[in-house]
């Protein structure tokens, strides 16, 4: 079993800026992807990043890109996902996830560990 535990949502105002961090426990991350995802009321999950736990190699969703960067620290355990330059329609629930199936990456479903979401609110 993987326990995941999301960190570091709040109320920001478009242009800013915040850090989301995903710590586990009970079982590492090794060989798995971990990815963020994100869901606005009345939509669906989307995935936002992933990154390979062993091979450090990342997937940006094209909303995302050159904003968010998705990383880890092995040491702690933990992914993160800087988010700048945020905009109102980044407004969501961002989800940490874990899966050990490596080839679908942007299915929600694929994901065996989620933590309880962090909310994430911009302002315009």
């Known amino acids: 079993q993987v326990q995941l535990v999301e960190s570091g949502g709040g109320l920001v105002q478009a242009g800013g800026s915040l850090k989301l961090s995903c710590a586990a426990s009970?079982?590492?991350?090794?060989?798995?992807?971990i990815g963020w995802f994100r869901q606005a009321p009345g939509k669906e999950r989307d995935v936002v990043a992933t990154?390979?736990?062993?091979?450090?190699?990342?997937y940006y969703s094209d909303f995302v890109k050159g904003r968010f960067t998705i990383s880890k620290d092995n040491a702690k355990n933990t992914v993160y996902l800087q988010m700048n330059n945020l905009k109102p329609e980044d407004t969501a629930v961002y989800y940490c996830a874990a899966t050990s199936d490596l080839a679908n990456l942007r299915v929600a479903g694929a994901y065996d560990y989620w933590g309880q979401g962090t909310q994430v609110t911009v302002s315009s």
């Open positions: 009970g079982r590492t991350f090794s060989g798995r992807r």
């Open positions: 990154i390979m736990w062993n091979s450090g190699g990342t």
